[in-house]
């Protein structure tokens, strides 16, 4: 059995993390580096295993979709084509039943148009948002028309190339990250919004290992299912004056970075319960 980790970035310490456990396990771990992977030589054998670290390359999603499709198991739900391109996207959620901010996902330039996508979203203020960031990059909080008209303006290459949503405001000083891993929660832990800013999700956030609803675990589960996945993390944000939860998104692949450090302080092993998944998943499907 080889397990293929598409990664470029032979530091991460998700990586250092796999290739230590796979040495325990006797498993063959093969690094594909979008830069130098050569598709042609994949000698990929039905039952092997594969997971993609990088979580917004192009190049590393092909890569990881074709080692899928010769045969390998991921943390996907279904192996057909529609389901695995549909697994890497960044979800904003079509399914009613998950309570999420008002989304507009296709941005235009007329102002007429945008009057009405705020009017929409409940009036100023609202979120712009340019996807492929982390950490809070490219979310912006739009507060008036002429500061909305100038940023489009602005980012009208990004609009093409990387997209841009628009979405309803939820005040909020707290965010709650949890790491799915098929229908259970195995780690989750709480952003608490730095004093002068609006957002959860920034570097300087305190993070804290917390405790959560059965609400909240529902929410998760049931939005990375809704991926059609059986890994992600789930970004859930609690509104200021209600405490009501909202999903802001699910992330697959997602950076383990806070959440493999807090986890160790409870003795979870994060890389290691998801290679046991995937073994475990190659075992069944193999019978």
Sequence with gaps: ???????????????????NICDKKGIEFVTLNPLDTNLLSLNVQKGDLVYRIAPNNKAANFIEK???YKGAIGF??????????????????????????KTI???TENKETLKEYVDFLGGFPIILKVLGGSKGFGVMKIESFESLFSIIDYFKEDVINKGIILREFIEHDKQIRAIVL????????SRIREEDDFRTNSKKTTKEVTQVSEEIKNIAINSVKNMNVEFGGVDILIEKKTGKPYLAEVNFPCSLKIARELAK???IEIE???????IDKSNRLSR
């Design 182 to 189: 098929g229908d259970n929660i195995l780690f989750n832990y």
């Design 105 to 107: 996902n296709v941005i």
């Design 265 to 267: 302080q409870n003795d």
């Design 1 to 19: 059995m080889k397990f293929y980790c598409v990664n470029s970035d032979d530091q991460d310490v998700s990586y250092l993390a796999f290739k």
């Design 76 to 101: 996907y739900r279904c192996p057909s084509e529609e389901c695995l391109l549909e697994g890497g996207l960044l979800a904003y959620f079509k399914n009613q039943e998950l309570p999420s901010p």
């Design 66 to 68: 074709e080692v899928l």
């Design 272 to 278: 290691e319960s998801m290679l046991n998944f995937l």
